[in-house]
């Protein structure tokens, strides 16, 4: 489980709090208006920003110290985070070995058969200026899948891609996380999105990110807070 015990993040005048548990392997949203803190939530999960008061604990064990790289998390965000000057199998090599050095032959081959899992056989010697954006999405899947970590979050990742590509990338983020058993937590602003990805859905509104309710309960019957974000008011 991962538990938000009390959290409270704050930002200059802006204040979130939490107060949840999420269970392990389960595919989750977040949603709410612009500004609301879904960010600062992934951020405080991930360990790059620090709480004001609060714990975080995964299955049981405090984590709320403990830096970004050596926490149960791997992350996916729009702007891939690769390396320009660095091959696809050199970026993917970096997530197997965070302190640097010389990858191995048997972690060679890992790296291959992630490329060749989300379709990208052969991409190892490429630079990412040399990728497509659907390219691009897929390599750090690929990444993710090395990383392999009990928790996935994913901040808008595929904001940038046309319809057909982001549905293609969220079913295969779907089987990533279900390959890892893994908890995945996705920011989205479309709710069909999030249908799709998530039965649960946290709402992030009013400074509060809410525990998680069913996604077609809450997108049915939005609170008003949702209802004014969907266009609905
Ligand atoms: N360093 C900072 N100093 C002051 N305020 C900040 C800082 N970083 C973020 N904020 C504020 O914190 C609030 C939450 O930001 P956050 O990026 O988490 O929202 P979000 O829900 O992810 O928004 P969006 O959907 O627009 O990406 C915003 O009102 C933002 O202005």
Redesign the pocket.
């Known amino acids: 489980m991962l538990e938000l015990d009390g959290l409270v993040m704050r930002?200059?005048d802006?204040t979130l709090r939490a107060e949840m548990t999420l269970e392990p392997r389960s595919r989750v949203a977040v949603v709410?208006p612009?500004?609301?803190?879904?960010?600062?939530l992934l951020d405080a999960i991930a360990g790059f920003r620090r709480p004001e008061a609060g714990r975080i604990l995964w299955q049981g064990r405090d984590i709320t110290a403990d830096a970004p790289g050596t926490r149960p998390v791997a992350s996916l965000f729009q702007d891939q985070n690769l390396f320009p000057h660095l091959s696809l199998a050199r970026n993917l090599g970096l997530a197997l070995r965070l302190g640097g050095g010389r990858v191995s032959a048997h972690e060679n081959q890992q790296i291959e058969e992630a490329l060749a899992e989300v379709g990208l056989a052969g991409f190892g010697a490429r630079k990412p200026a040399e990728l497509s954006g659907g390219q691009a999405s897929r390599a750090a899947l690929a990444r993710v899948l090395l990383q392999n970590r009990p928790v996935i979050l994913l901040d808008e990742p595929f904001a940038a891609l046309g319809p057909a590509l982001k549905a293609e990338m969220l079913s295969r983020v779907a089987e990533l996380a279900d390959k890892l058993g893994a908890l995945a937590l996705m920011?989205s602003?479309d709710p069909a999105d999030a249908r799709r990805f998530a039965s649960q859905t946290v709402l992030?509104a009013d400074g509060v990110a809410e525990p998680p309710r069913e996604t077609e309960a809450l997108f049915s019957d939005p609170p008003d807070s949702l209802r004014a974000y969907l266009g609905q008011a």
């Open positions: 930002a200059g802006f709410g612009s500004g609301a803190g879904k960010s600062t920011v602003h992030v």
